[in-house]
């Protein structure tokens, strides 16, 4: 642990950052927090749509909650438990941040997703998905930010901890 110190710590952020693809990376002390950190660093506030999949874990919601941005919950394909199924019939208006949760190593379409609900900015938790590959990138490598976890339930096993990565 550290306060943007460390030169073990700074390696390990650039080499995380680099294999992902990505110039550069930031620790935290958990992937909720990668989360919410990652919504303020794209611009989400109470004015903010923010759709998220209805399906993952409580820290995307949480992220919200905190930053006082409005949910719009998209469909959960059965079989992937990502969001694969038709989302504009779910969408009515363009949202301005989509929160795409890589879950259980299955990854979303995000060009797709992207291209239905019309976002702004995409925010990308791969905790979950870590190693997966979509169109030749790891997860991760596509959302303005993406967030890694390091849950020992995670695929980064790490004790705990999360971390953001970002052009």
Known sequence: SYWRGGPKAKLVEYRFASLIGRKDAFFHNS????LLTGLYALGANEYSTVAISSSGFVASLNALYHMQSRPVFLPTDEQTLVCQADVSEWVANPVDILLVTQLLGNVV??????????ARLLL???SQ???????G???????DVSTFAGSNRKLLGAGQGGINVYD
Do not use: F, K, P
Request: glycine content about 12%; charged content about 20%; aromatic content about 6%.
């Open 31 to 34: 992937g909720s927090a990668a």
């Open 109 to 118: 379409d995000i060009d797709y997703v992207l291209r239905t609900t019309q």
């Open 124 to 126: 990308e938790d791969a």
């Open 129 to 135: 998905a870590l190693g997966s590959i979509l169109n």
């Open 137 to 143: 990138q790891y997860v991760g490598a596509r959302g």
